[in-house]
């Protein structure tokens, strides 16, 4: 992506619609990568010269920029880029164009971070309303969206609605393997929202091993197998469950699968 964003903004007329698009998408490809400040950088150059692109570029290009601000720390430079995506675009481009999903979960977490938990579920119904656009044919919005709303709904409490995102995300990640920092994104969330489960349930006390080695105990692997994913030895893996047994106050491997089923930290 990066190769081919380098090559179209090299071939696009100087201060083109195709200029700033391939600025845009170069700035996606390096946020993809895990360079930040270079994708920051590069963002900054498509807001400049979206005029020509159209307001939706510019919206995306900008409510990228918020989200990496938001990453910083940086919530003023965040609500900043977020406040001239929305004065820069439409309602129409907004609540009818696809990378308006994005921009709404933006102004919900700041809504969040503000403390208006109101105005936050508004913005989180109109991107939600705008996912069935956001289509593996659309992988990179489409899976940075969904992460966006899944951090909304956990800053909310509400694992329900993050866990369905997630399936969404897994899914998508399926079809589209190569999404870079993406992928890493997924799995913290997904380590975030088995964090809540536990302390909704009263089941905090596993260690991060074990809650790993939990989701596999489901399955139909052996201890060997097991140790083969995780990278551990059996000899692990078998210490690692008898430690879950103890702490679920039972005795057997479908004892422990069945009582983790009952908590609803495992998924039939």
């Keep these: 992506m990066a190769s081919d964003a380098e090559l179209a903004l090299a071939l696009a007329p100087t201060g083109s619609a195709l200029e ?3 600025q845009l998408l170069l700035g996606i490809s390096h946020l993809l990568a895990g360079h930040l400040d270079l994708a920051d950088r590069c963002l900054a150059d498509a807001v400049e010269g979206c005029e020509g692109a159209g307001a939706g570029s510019a919206m995306v290009a900008l409510a990228e920029r918020s989200v990496l601000a938001m990453g910083r720390g940086d919530w003023p430079q965040a609500e900043t880029l977020a406040g001239r995506a929305c004065t820069g675009a439409p309602g129409a481009v907004s609540e009818r164009y696809p990378g308006g999903a994005l921009l709404f979960a ?3 977490r700041l809504a969040i971070h503000r403390g208006d938990v109101a105005r936050a579920r508004d913005d989180l119904a109109r991107a939600e309303g705008l996912c ?3 289509t593996w044919a659309l992988p990179h919005l489409a899976v940075q969206v969904r992460l966006e709303l899944a951090r909304d709904h956990l800053a909310l409490t509400d694992a329900s609605a993050a866990r369905r995102l997630l399936l ?3 899914d998508l990640l399926a079809r589209r393997p190569r999404l870079g920092l993406l992928r890493d ?3 913290e969330l997904h380590a975030q929202l ?4 536990m302390d909704a349930v009263g089941a905090s006390r596993l260690t991060a091993a074990e809650v790993r080695l939990l989701r596999l105990l489901g399955t139909h692997y052996s201890f060997r197998e097991i140790g083969g ?10 210490s690692q469950a008898m430690s ?9 491997r479908s004892e422990a699968i069945g009582h983790a089923r009952d908590l609803g930290l495992l998924v039939e």
């Design 229 to 238: 994913q995780l990278c551990l030895s059996q000899h692990t893996v078998k």
């Design 168 to 170: 969404e995300v897994d």
């Design 106 to 108: 933006v102004t919900a």
């Design 244 to 252: 879950i047994y103890r702490k679920f106050g039972v005795s057997s």
């Design 185 to 187: 994104q997924a799995a």
């Design 132 to 134: 069935p656009q956001l």
């Design 194 to 197: 088995e964090i809540m489960r």
């Design 20 to 22: 700033a698009s391939a």
